[in-house]
């Protein structure tokens, strides 16, 4: 890849700050930077402006490095491989792919930062709700309902990418930023769990046209019900499975149900369809044009990274040839009807007399759930930063699968795990199959193929080292990331790295 290189290492105090210089598609931000913090966030207008610049970073890929959760996922699992033109092209994407990281090698400090940058906002945006006065009593229910939601939102992944992570719920003095010690996952998990719990009451049922993108109460029920699942302690999946009912069940008052043809769950003209439970927007909206800071515009750039490089063809637009799918994954889909809308047979639009350079690892398969189409190429700014694709984070038929899972994993009511699991086959016109956990995982690697759930269900399952282990994947190790090698350096070794990375 061919494209500047974005570096950027900002450890926890230089994220304890808030940017005003965002913009969403349910909202602009004005001012942009114009006003000094502690005279803002006086009304309803400037704290809805500070609630927006939490949701901004949900959109952010390129901090410290090309980050993208959903492509760099698929990578670190066993559907993609990391590509691009070499092997030291993208040498943190690389190291994920073979479990090679070190402290100072591997996509953590990208996602170390976004994270810790998204609970600040969400911390002190808090603490100007708390103190504000001027607020209607519906207004403050919400948006302190949204700030909880996104805190637990960047802790989740932080807990499943390091484990054990500083966990800060308010802003932070300038004489304790340095002093942060890491918490245990069951506390991390624990703070996650009560954010959820205390935000979904205060959301609404349904979100208006003009709002798409903001959390539903449906979306919060949601992510606490995966949390839950996602800390394998059965005595938590009584909650989960009521949570995930409530979601799932027909005629559910949030308006979900599954799409009728699965491919146009992925159809960018579908944005915020009945399937999407919680989508992360993009737009062109504000095209850029700056490779000094991608994360200021609204595009997903992990879209051109999963294009085919230099294509040249129909349907299609040129990319950056990253995260070629697997063989594995293209032979476990291939008698799948599923399978002509999560891969693009390469060879057979070479066949047709379209051309691509195969790049670094490449199997002539890729991406095409949220690959780069002509139609939706940007005409403003520079278009590889302006992918307008969301990334649908939650959507109805896993949460079909998480309640099946549940089910199965308490003994509790086998005929509604039957029908939550057949529900999924039956849209794509497979039939009946006993629902057992490896059907149900088999179901989630089909369904979900390239969506970036893939990492995380091997780890959790315990099925990592079997599947993962012969490209790399080490036992009490390669579950999480190392602690990037800045934060232990700037908290003086307050700050302690991960087992398997000490050097």
């Not at 070629?324 to 599923?338: G, I, M, Q, S, W």
Request: aromatic share 10%; net charge neutral; with cysteine.
């Amino acid at each position: 890849m061919n494209k500047k290189y974005i570096k950027c290492t900002i450890a926890i105090v230089a994220v304890m700050q808030i940017f005003v210089s965002c913009k969403k598609d349910f909202l602009e931000l004005t001012p942009k930077g114009t006003a000094l913090e502690d005279n803002f966030y006086k009304n309803e207008t400037e704290v809805m402006q500070g609630i927006i610049s939490v949701y901004d970073v949900t959109q952010w890929g390129t901090t410290g490095g090309y980050t993208m959760k959903m492509p760099l996922l698929s990578a670190a699992s066993d559907d993609c491989w990391a590509g691009g033109s070499n092997a030291s092209d993208q040498p943190n994407w690389v190291a994920y792919d073979n479990f090679k990281m070190d402290p100072r090698i591997g996509p953590q400090g990208g996602l170390w930062n976004k994270n810790y940058t998204g609970i600040n906002r969400a911390n002190l945006i808090l603490s100007k709700i708390e103190k504000a006065t001027t607020l209607s009593a519906a207004f403050k229910t919400r948006v302190t309902a949204e700030a909880k939601f996104l805190r637990a939102y960047f802790y989740f992944d932080l807990v499943r990418f390091f484990g054990r992570v500083p966990l800060i719920t308010s802003v932070l003095p300038t004489d304790e930023l340095y002093k942060q010690v890491q918490s245990t996952p069951a506390q991390i998990y624990a703070q996650i769990e009560k954010d959820l719990r205390e935000a979904y009451p205060g959301l609404p049922p349904t979100i208006s046209p003009a709002e798409k993108g903001r959390i539903s109460q449906g979306a919060a029920k949601a992510q606490l019900g995966k949390v839950l699942l996602y800390q394998n302690d059965n005595a938590k999946l009584a909650e989960a499975i009521t949570l995930f009912e409530d979601v799932n069940k027909v005629g559910n008052v949030y308006g979900y149900a599954l799409l009728g043809n699965y491919a146009d769950i992925f159809n960018p003209a579908n944005k915020f369809n009945s399937e999407s439970i919680l989508e992360i927007p993009h737009s062109n909206n504000a095209a850029w044009s700056d490779w000094g800071w991608i994360n200021g515009g609204e595009g997903n750039v992990g879209t051109q990274f999963i294009g085919m490089d230099s294509y040249n063809g129909d349907t299609y637009s040129s990319g950056w040839g990253f995260c070629p799918v697997t063989l594995d994954l293209v032979n476990a889909l291939k008698a799948d009807p599923r399978f002509a809308a999560t891969i693009i047979d390469g060879a057979a639009l070479k066949a047709a007399g379209a051309t691509y350079n195969a790049r670094y690892q490449n199997t002539d398969y890729f991406i095409k759930k949220y690959a780069p189409l002509k139609a939706f190429r940007s005409a403003s700014g520079v278009a590889e930063q302006n992918w307008p694709i969301n990334e649908i984070e939650i959507r109805l038929a896993d949460t079909y699968l998480m309640q099946a899972e549940a089910l199965v994993k308490v003994g509790s009511n086998p005929t509604r795990a039957k029908e939550l699991l057949d529900a999924v086959r039956g849209r794509v016109g497979l039939g009946s199959v006993p629902a057992t956990l490896d059907n149900i995982y088999n179901e989630r690697r089909l369904e979900l193929a390239t969506e970036g759930h893939r990492f995380f269900d091997l780890v959790r399952t315990g099925k990592a080292v079997t599947v993962l282990g012969p490209v790399g994947f080490k036992a009490n190790k390669s579950e999480y990331l190392p602690i990037p090698q800045t934060e232990i350096d700037v908290t003086k070794g307050v700050i302690k790295q991960n087992p398997g990375y000490i050097n």
